[in-house]
């Protein structure tokens, strides 16, 4: 049976945001002894927050911070059981064309050392030196949208 993932924008505050926030701190934080709790989420307010469902359950979600004519895209995750399966890609894809329909010219985002691959094969192209950020390497990548 093929899955058929709905992407869609989500409100803060909502349940939804709730739970991508669980869904955020379960991928992205904890693995590193982090909680995304402990940070400050005030500025999210300001952000585009796309999520992916699967009927009513969201399985992943990615932020887009608004800089036009940029934006960076930031806490891309997928639920462990989803990932592998393009979900990130569809995802990523979604927040593109978004972009681009909104007059975005450029997405770059900070990406782990072990998302290069996912994001080289999205097009996107690495700029600068690695960095540490969270206690772990990273690379600025961005695609131009026109």
């Not at 952000?47 to 891309?76: C, S, W, Y």
């Amino acid at each position: 049976m093929q899955m058929q993932i709905q992407f869609r924008l989500i409100s803060l505050p909502s349940s939804e945001y709730d739970q991508s926030l669980e869904l955020r701190d379960r991928v992205l934080r904890i693995p590193l002894g982090l909680s995304l709790f402990d940070e400050d989420l005030e500025q999210e307010k300001q952000h585009i927050h796309i999520a992916g469902f699967d009927n009513d359950t969201l399985i992943a979600i990615l932020i887009l911070q608004q800089e036009p004519p940029k934006a960076k895209m930031r806490q891309v995750a997928v639920e462990e059981k989803y990932q592998g399966k393009g979900i990130g890609k569809e995802l990523v894809h979604f927040a593109e064309k978004w972009l681009q329909k909104n007059e975005y010219t450029e997405v770059y985002c900070n990406a782990r050392d072990v998302a290069l691959p996912f994001y080289e094969s999205l097009d996107y192209e690495v700029e600068g030196n690695p960095f540490t950020e969270v206690g772990i390497i990273h690379y600025r990548m961005k695609k131009k949208l026109i």
